[in-house]
């Protein structure tokens, strides 16, 4: 199967400052990229579709102003996470499809904010 | 729109039971479905996947069929491992590029030897 890479996978930052998680396809291009969000026990929440070149689409109800997303290119799309609180503490998980051959997303191995 | 319902857990059993965690979809045309696995602290991996109705994925001694007339894909283990313990997510695609698979919440296995 294609590799995703995620990183870093855990961090713990001070409240108020921002954190940026990446997201690598490393075998293969990824024109869309997903972000989720993970609570505790809980199942996977789509937050935002990244594409390469153009601006990200956000799942209602997400702050496009508080997690920015970048595809820069079509093997890397970052989420930063702004001005953290600690209720943005949580599992963030990115996944990416390759562009053609495949019907599975792949997933990085997630990333543990803890905002203090 | 497109949904995934899959059993609630958690589910407890012991080492070499049989396994068996409900999934059924709703979805418009003929979407590919998918079972995931999480181990704690990690991100989701691939476990299985079909493509058409009457398909049967495997791996690992893992089980699902592709059930378009139930709108099915259960998942199913003859004997479970200790090490099976982890959550499971069914999950669909539309196939449609750029668009995100849609998973169920998730079902807790817990083996105990």
Not at chain 1, 98 to 106: D, H, I, M
Request: with cysteine.
């Amino acid at each position: 199967g294609a590799v995703v890479s995620q990183h870093p996978s855990r961090v713990i930052c001070k409240s108020g400052t921002s954190v940026k998680i990446e997201c690598r396809s490393l075998d293969f291009q990824a024109t869309t990229m997903f972000w989720y969000r993970q609570f505790p026990k809980q199942s996977l929440m789509l937050m935002a579709t990244s594409n390469e070149g153009s601006k990200a689409t956000y799942e209602q109800g997400v702050e496009k102003d508080k997690f920015l997303i970048n595809h820069a290119s079509l093997t890397l799309s970052t989420l930063t996470v702004t001005s953290a609180h600690p209720e943005d503490s949580s599992f963030y998980i990115c996944s990416a499809r390759p562009r053609t051959g495949w019907v599975e997303a792949f997933f990085g191995q997630g990333t543990r904010l803890t905002v203090v | 729109g497109n949904s995934v319902t899959q059993m609630e857990g958690p589910v407890t059993l012991s080492e070499e039971a049989f396994l068996t965690i409900n999934c059924t979809y709703t979805a418009t045309g003929y979407p590919s479905l998918f079972w995931y696995v999480q181990y704690p602290g990690e991100g989701l991996q691939l476990l299985l996947k079909a493509t058409k109705a009457d398909d049967k994925g495997s791996n690992k001694g893992f089980e699902a069929t592709y059930r378009k007339e139930t709108t099915s894909f259960h998942l199913e283990k003859g004997s479970v491992q200790v090490s099976d313990s982890a959550v499971y997510f069914c999950a669909l695609s539309s196939n449609q590029a750029g668009t995100a698979l849609i998973f169920g919440k998730g079902t807790t296995l817990s083996v105990s030897s």
